[in-house]
């Protein structure tokens, strides 16, 4: 019987579980989707419910691919900052509120102003309160659904209810609380005078761990859930976003990870608590104790390209172009998409214009244009909107000599190539990388029961895979490309201001 360390992602359009062996080669995984509600403009929702049975489906769909498998310990990884509201009796008040629902944005902006302004309040989180965070969907509650709020007794973020449901605790650990807005991510504790200031009683807020931490073992409910014998040890985990950096082997300063899932992410561990000058990049607590987070966050990536697939690029009724086909096409075309810019932000952005009423544009379009060409411009975009994370990150001094390239949008080299040209440096995929955030999750399950004794040890599983090396003429093109993108929401953000009022919908 094999040994085994099984990490489930609570990802935000399926569940993923994977069985790692406990010398880092992935024995098996498997994937259950489920759907995502979007009943007003701006609004994403999820019933958690659906969570438990993808969980359910997934960890029994890996244990039939590995045959037989002795399950040492489970680590958790899923979505950030999405609200799962509770009762008393641990029962969920209304769907959750998950990471790339906008309709907050006047909550964050009056609970700045409550902290004393954006200096205080990054003095107290290191970071802004985003849309995005859970804090502001609090607040949310609190001002639109008071008889909700008035029940509500505990929230948790959605792999902590995978927790309770699997385990009957309540916790949460250090990575996903920081993505709050009500963590003190220096000191790594909740900060819980903020809390009180914005009106947040900080017992809603679960009892905080370092993410290798045992924090409960399997029930047996949680047993039977999953099809495996009670008492398995259930560490901490991370946040997605978070946890993946050591997925893909980042651990140490002067490497960055790239990831292209639904959103885009440029990250960087740190060795301290680096400040965050205006809080357009995020700061976190790393999933590795004694280390940090660092990252920007573009809700628009490889959900833009499924976006040009689904709606612009598909006949009514047809099925849809294969995502391979369609790269295919984009790289017929040329660096640059024939002088063609796509600005990706269909669902608001995060950074480096945390704007949630930001829109997405194609600048440049002409009727020479191709299919090809306009695909490739929306992988390019992408690509661009990493440029402005790290533009940001070299203001703090923080930068890579090399990539490490992850979720699905690294199976392509075309996209990988675009990365290695833009930013003039390798970019390298390493063993797990494609498998996200549950490769993390196993990984610090690892590190929670002893199998590596640390981060690093754990990190050195991620073995290369591919590597791109720069070419200097598509760099060239790329990065003159790039100045002309950065000008472009500058200038075209009255204008979406005004494209944004309420009676061009009516």
């Known amino acids: 019987m094999t040994a085994a360390l099984l990490g489930i992602d609570i990802g935000t359009s399926g569940c993923k579980a994977l069985l790692l062996a406990t010398d880092g080669k992935v024995i098996a995984t498997d994937t ?31 244990l039939a691919k590995a045959g037989a498998v002795e399950v ?29 629902d906008q309709r907050n944005g006047p909550e964050c902006a009056a609970m700045t102003e409550a902290a004393g302004g954006l200096p205080a309040l990054l003095a107290a989180t290191n970071n802004r309160m985003l849309p995005g965070y859970t804090g502001g969907k609090i607040v949310w509650m609190q001002r639109h659904e008071p008889d909700l709020f008035g029940r509500m007794t505990l929230m948790l973020n959605p792999k902590d209810y995978l927790r309770l449901v699997l385990t009957g605790e309540v916790a949460t650990e250090v990575s996903d609380a920081s993505g709050t807005g009500l963590f003190d991510t220096r000191a790594r504790v909740w900060a819980t005078g903020l809390a009180e200031r914005l009106g947040i009683d900080p017992g809603l807020l679960p009892p905080v761990f370092e993410s290798p931490e045992v924090t ?17 040890p259930v560490v901490g985990g991370g946040g997605d976003s978070v946890i993946q950096t050591i997925g893909s082997g980042v651990i140490a300063p002067g490497e960055l990870q790239t990831t292209i899932g639904t959103a885009g992410i440029l990250a960087a561990a740190l060795d301290a608590p680096q400040d965050n000058p205006d809080g357009r990049l995020q700061v ?86 191709r299919r090809g060409d306009i695909v490739r411009s929306v992988m390019e975009g992408v690509v661009h909107a990493f440029g402005d994370m790290h533009a940001l990150m070299a203001t703090m001094g923080i930068d890579g000599r090399v990539i490490k390239a992850s979720g699905g949008g690294a199976r392509s080299p075309l996209w990988r190539q675009m990365q290695a040209d833009l930013f003039g440096c390798e970019v390298v995929t390493t063993e797990g990388a494609a498998e996200g955030a549950a490769f993390g999750a196993a990984l610090v399950a690892g590190i929670g029961l002893g199998v590596w004794p640390d981060g690093d040890a754990a990190a050195a599983c991620c073995r290369p895979l591919t590597r791109e090396t720069p070419d200097a003429a598509a760099g060239a093109i790329y990065r003159r490309a790039h100045a002309i993108y950065r000008t472009l929401y500058p200038s075209l953000a009255p204008a979406i201001a005004e494209l944004g009022d309420p009676a061009f919908d009516s």
């Open 216 to 232: 409960g073992r399997l029930s047996t409910d949680g047993a039977a859930l999953l099809g495996l014998p009670a008492g398995i």
């Open 32 to 62: 259950a989707s489920y759907p995502l509600s979007r009943p007003r403009p701006g609004w994403t929702e999820q019933d958690p419910a659906l969570w438990i049975e993808g969980v359910r489906a997934s960890v029994a769909g890996a």
């Open 284 to 369: 976190f607590c790393n999933v590795v104790p004694g280390k940090w987070h660092c990252m920007g966050v573009s809700l628009n990536a490889g959900g833009a390209f499924s976006w040009l697939r689904d709606t612009v690029l598909s006949a009514a009724g047809g099925a849809p172009v294969p995502f391979a086909t369609l790269v295919d096409e984009a790289a017929e075309s040329v660096p640059g998409a024939r002088g063609l810019l796509f600005l990706p932000y269909l669902y608001g952005e995060r950074c480096p214009h945390p704007d949630p009423g930001a829109r997405g544009a194609f600048v440049g379009l002409t009727a020479r244009h």
């Open 72 to 100: 040492l310990a489970i680590g958790l990884s899923g979505q950030m900052h999405g609200l799962t509201p509770l009762d008393a009796s641990h029962r969920v008040l209304r769907p959750a509120i998950l990471w790339n």
